[in-house]
């Protein structure tokens, strides 16, 4: 995340280095002006940025976790994100519309243990394809994550699975399903809905894998390449379909929607 000055008027840029005045990058979608470098930003932005009139319908905003392992420490943890962040937990979903399409909307909260999917994200996003299913509506979710929550063990790698089973039912049925991924998108999350988009869209620079890049080359004992994980690097492998700034995302969902689903 950017470093706020003491005034509050200015940030450095996490990549560049350069101070940046931050009215001039919150108008310009939180991209850094001199790198393209992309901001991390929360939920709610990219609420505001997407959806018509910046409006969302959440459903299921009050589920909450019930702790299942008891796990030290994890309960003050959800209180202070819960507080700091006022949402239950790292996902948020319901409906919403684009260009006056209706669409299921769902976005991840990176701030919230690092986005990281235990039951309720995993229940509340099983629940929006069904949501989608149910209304024949079209879906899309915004993705950052570290992966699956540690503190729920392995129910937290359950909904990899189940999160899988439930976009499989939704594209059966011809759900179409676009999965934006943004800095960062990891693990559990990035091995199961994340990466399952019918079309699958990153923000420049966004670093996106299952494992980290130095795990991997002390597995293999090889260099990885140049730009690994990055999205270039997945868009010219094919894992991507789409690399789109955040100033041009809407208008390009706008463009998706009414090729795959205007009637
Ligand atoms: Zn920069």
Redesign the pocket.
């Known amino acids: 995340m950017a470093r706020d000055y003491p005034n509050g008027l200015w940030i450095k ?6 101070i ?1 005045y931050k009215k001039t990058i919150e108008k310009n979608f939180f991209i ?6 992309h901001f991390r930003i929360s939920h709610k932005k990219y609420i505001e940025y997407l959806l018509d009139d910046g409006k969302l319908e959440e459903y299921d905003s009050d589920l909450e976790t019930n702790d299942p392992l008891n796990f030290p420490q994890y309960k003050e943890k959800l209180i202070q994100a819960q507080k700091t962040l006022g949402i239950k937990d790292a996902y948020v979903y319901g409906l919403g519309k684009i260009d006056n399409i209706q669409i299921v909307f769902g976005a991840m909260e990176f701030g919230f243990i690092g986005g990281s999917m235990g039951t309720v994200v995993g229940e509340k996003v099983a629940r929006s394809f069904r949501l989608a299913t149910q209304l024949n509506i079209p879906i899309i979710i915004v993705c950052t994550s570290g992966g699956a929550r540690m503190q729920e063990g392995i129910f937290s790698l359950m909904q990899v699975a189940k999160t899988s089973l439930e976009v499989g039912i939704s594209d059966r049925k011809g759900i179409p399903y676009i999965s934006i991924l943004t800095n960062p998108c990891y693990a559990g999350v990035m091995a199961s809905f994340a990466s399952l988009g019918d079309i699958i869209i990153a923000e420049p620079g966004a670093m996106l894998g299952f494992t980290g890049p130095r795990v991997i080359e002390e597995t293999i004992k090889q260099k990885l390449p140049e730009g690994f994980q990055k999205a270039e690097f997945l868009l010219t492998h094919g894992f991507v379909d789409l690399v789109v700034p955040r100033w041009d995302l809407r208008r390009t969902l706008i463009r998706l929607l009414n090729i795959i689903w205007r009637k």
Do not use: I, T
């Open positions: 840029c996490d990549n560049c280095g350069e940046l850094c002006s001199k790198c393209n470098y």
